[in-house]
C-alpha cells in the first residue's frame, strides 16, 4: 500500500514537470506531422473545405515528377559541396584558434556572427554583394571572373548558394569543433611529442579520433540544414535563373501553395522527410562504428 502511494505521488510530479512539455510536442510536432500524412491520401487543394481521399495516387504523382526529382538531384550536389566546405574549413579555423593564437576568442566571435543572421536577411545581403560590390570590383579591376554577376549566370547561380551557406554555418560548427580539440587530453598530445610525433602524425593518429563525436555532431547538423534549406535560396535566387538553383525544398512549396496541389506537395515533402531520415540515420551509424573503433 505504501508502495502504491510513493508509486503515485511520483507518478502526479513526473506530470506536472513533463505534462505541458510533451502537451506542446504532441500538439505543435505529432499532430500536424500525422495530419500530414493524412493530406497526403488526399485531393486537397490547400483553400477549399471539402477533400476527398485518392489512395495513393498523390505518391505516384511524386514519382512521375520529373521537376522534383531533379530539384532533388540538385540538392544532392548542394549537400555534398556544402558539407564538406563548411566542415573542412570548420575544422581548420577551430583547429588554428585552439593553438594559444592571440586574439583568439575575439577571432571566433567574428567568424560566429554569420550564423546569428537570419537567412532572408542573408540572402539579401549576398544579393546586393553579388549584384553590385563584386561586379563593380571587377570591372574596374578588370577580372573577367567577377565582371557580370553570378546570379543571372545558371552555371555559376548554384555556387552562390552554397558560398553563402559556407559562410554562415562554418562558424557554428567550427564552435563545437573547438569544444572537441579542447577536450583532447595535452598528455597524450606531450607525450607523442617525446616520442617523436610530428604535428601532422599527431593530428592523424590522435586528434582526429578522439574529436569522431564533434565530427557526428557537425556532419548530422550540415546534412540537416543543406536538405532542408529554403530561406537562403528564396532571397538569394529565387529559384533563378531557369529554375537552375531551385532546390527540393523550394519545389516542395512552390507545388502545394503556389501550384495549389496541397496532396501532391504534401506528399513530395514525406517523400523527402523519408529520404532524409534514411540519409542521417547512414550517416550516424556510420560514424557511430568510427567512434567505437576510435
Request: with cysteine.
Amino acid at each position: 500500500m505504501i508502495a502504491e502511494k510513493g508509486a503515485g505521488r511520483r507518478l502526479r510530479t513526473r506530470s506536472l514537470f513533463t505534462g505541458p512539455t510533451l502537451f506542446a510536442f504532441i500538439t505543435v510536432m505529432v499532430v500536424p506531422f500525422l495530419y500530414g500524412i493524412y493530406l497526403t491520401f488526399t485531393n486537397w487543394d490547400g483553400i477549399s473545405t471539402s477533400q476527398s481521399l485518392v489512395g495513393f495516387q498523390n505518391y505516384a504523382s511524386v514519382f512521375k515528377d520529373t521537376e522534383f526529382w531533379k530539384s532533388f538531384g540538385l540538392t544532392i550536389k548542394y549537400v555534398i559541396f556544402s558539407v564538406v566546405l563548411t566542415n573542412v574549413i570548420a575544422f581548420l579555423l577551430a583547429y588554428v584558434l585552439t593553438k594559444g593564437l592571440k586574439g583568439q576568442s575575439v577571432f571566433r566571435a567574428g567568424f560566429f556572427v554569420p550564423n546569428l543572421v537570419g537567412g532572408i536577411v542573408l540572402g539579401f545581403i549576398w544579393q546586393f554583394i553579388f549584384n553590385h560590390v563584386l561586379v563593380y570590383l571587377g570591372q574596374k579591376a578588370g577580372i573577367a571572373l567577377f565582371s557580370a554577376s553570378w546570379l543571372s549566370d545558371p552555371s555559376k547561380a548554384f555556387w552562390t548558394l552554397v558560398i553563402v551557406t559556407v559562410w554562415q554555418h562554418a562558424g557554428y560548427m567550427m564552435v563545437i569543433y573547438v569544444a572537441g580539440l579542447m577536450g583532447v587530453p595535452n598528455d597524450i598530445l606531450e607525450a607523442a611529442s617525446i616520442d617523436g610525433a610530428t604535428g601532422w602524425t599527431k593530428l592523424r593518429k590522435m586528434v582526429l579520433p578522439l574529436i569522431v563525436p564533434s565530427f557526428i555532431v557537425c556532419i548530422f547538423l550540415s546534412l540537416q540544414r543543406g536538405f532542408m534549406v529554403y530561406d537562403v535560396n528564396i532571397a538569394l535566387t529565387k529559384g533563378g535563373p531557369f529554375k537552375s538553383t531551385e532546390l527540393v525544398s523550394m519545389h516542395v512549396y512552390q507545388k502545394a501553395f503556389l501550384s495549389r496541389d496541397y496532396g501532391v506537395g504534401q506528399a513530395e515533402a514525406f517523400v523527402l522527410f523519408l529520404l532524409v531520415a534514411a540519409v542521417t540515420l547512414l550517416q550516424v551509424y556510420f560514424s557511430k562504428k568510427l567512434e567505437v573503433e576510435a
